[in-house]
């Protein structure tokens, strides 16, 4: 299950996107946020792996 929020970053002439997955723990079933800036046409790669 990924919660889809994106933010577009700005630094310099380079354009970047802060993408947030919530990823669930095997072990304890709780809830986990992952976050990573990254280039935009890798955000859609980024969310749909576990």
Not at 8 to 36: C, D, H, N
Request: proline letters at 2%; glycine letters at 6%; charged letters at 30%.
């Amino acid at each position: 299950m990924a919660k889809k929020s994106v933010a577009s970053l700005q630094t310099g002439s380079k354009r970047l996107t802060k993408a947030i997955k919530m990823v669930r723990s095997e072990k304890s079933g709780a809830y986990t946020f992952v976050e990573s800036i990254m280039d935009p046409g890798k955000v859609n790669d980024f969310l749909s792996k576990k």
